[in-house]
């Protein structure tokens, strides 16, 4: 027997079919009409993601990733961002942090050399 889940998958495959066949017609009829005005290609490419957009929406998977950006969003507004002054003196002490390691760096990397051409001859 077939559960009202099946049923639910079933339909929403037939969904993504058509969801694809819009987004398949859109391609082609911007390339059919290509010599029409770029407006109106991109306003019609609008109306053809705005279908594929209201298809997918339909779906499980679709109001799935719609509830998971809702909830990003909500979670995007609780973040304490950082002040001006905090993001300032943070760059500087990575820059520095650099610098200094780069500096470390290249002085072992200049006695290790030296010390090899001494060893070598």
Not at 20 to 41: H, K, M, P, S
Not at 45 to 72: N, S
Not at 85 to 97: A, D, G, K, N, S
């Amino acid at each position: 027997m077939s559960t009202a889940s099946d049923n639910a998958g079933g339909l929403d495959s037939l969904k993504w079919l058509l969801a694809v066949a819009v987004i398949a017609a859109g391609l082609y009829a911007n390339a059919e009409f290509a010599t029409l005005t770029l407006i109106y290609r991109v306003l019609a490419g609008l109306v053809v993601v705005g279908l594929f957009v209201a298809i997918a929406l339909t779906t499980q998977q679709g109001r799935a990733v719609y509830d998971l950006a809702k909830e990003a969003r909500v979670e995007i507004r609780k973040v304490v961002w950082p002040t001006r002054q905090e993001t300032t003196q943070t760059t500087l002490i990575v820059v520095v942090m650099v610098i200094l390691v780069g500096l470390i760096l290249w002085a072992m990397d200049s006695t290790l050399s030296w010390s090899v051409s001494g060893i070598i001859g």
